[in-house]
């Protein structure tokens, strides 16, 4: 990193899953999915605890490689690298409270249940990040959680998924460059 990168403003946008191709594939995985589209032609490098590239002078993507319950050690890391404020650092979640393929923006706020967003808000000491949750829907017996986030979409399921997905990596994008606000009144009400 540059003293030049140390200088200007920067902002993260964390998509988070779980690193590996047994994962890939998984609702919990959403995440990651986010972070992809919106980096196609981003050349990723490897820090200690996450992936990254930059897609501006002002803009870092991150994908954690320490598993979703870990994912706030990345974030810090990010946080301490390229000087990201708590309030610059968008965080992209799964979230079996929302039907599949619905996005919410929040400002900030609780964790949710979700060990992801729990491990950022230890690892940066707040919960006043901003954050943009996916739904994946709800499984069909309520003990049957930790199966079917790391289960794969039905082929009904799909199609809505990728048009979630597109639709949160534009959300992300609007973010970055418009802010909280018009993220939230163009986004949510999808």
């Known amino acids: 990193m540059t003293k030049k990168a140390m200088r200007r403003s920067m902002k993260a946008i964390?998509?988070?899953?779980?690193?590996?191709?047994?994962?890939?594939?998984?609702?919990?995985?959403?995440?990651?999915?986010?972070?992809?589209?919106?980096?196609?032609?981003?050349?990723?490098?490897a820090f200690e605890f996450c992936t990254w590239g930059e897609v501006a002078d002002d803009l870092v993507l991150v994908k954690p490689l320490t598993y979703m319950n870990n994912s706030g050690l990345a974030a810090a890391q990010i946080a301490r690298c390229f000087g990201v404020?708590?309030?610059?650092?968008?965080?992209?979640?799964?979230?079996?409270?929302?039907?599949v393929g619905r996005l919410r923006f929040r400002r900030a706020g609780s964790r949710g249940g979700h060990n992801g967003l729990w491990s950022i808000e230890r690892e940066l000491g707040s919960s006043d990040f901003p954050r943009?949750?996916?739904?994946?829907?709800?499984?069909?017996e309520a003990d049957g959680l930790i199966d079917y986030v790391l289960g794969e979409f039905t082929p009904e399921e799909r199609d809505v998924i990728a048009d979630a997905v597109d639709r949160a990596a534009d959300g992300a994008f609007c973010w970055a460059t418009q802010g909280i606000e018009l993220a939230m009144n163009r986004y949510n009400a999808r």
């Open 132 to 140: 943009m949750r996916v739904g994946i829907g709800q499984p069909a």
């Open 85 to 99: 404020a708590v309030g610059d650092m968008l965080v992209v979640v799964d979230d079996v409270h929302l039907a």
């Open 14 to 45: 964390v998509g988070l899953g779980n690193p590996g191709e047994r994962y890939a594939h998984t609702r919990h995985n959403v995440g990651f999915w986010v972070v992809d589209a919106m980096g196609v032609d981003v050349q990723w490098r």
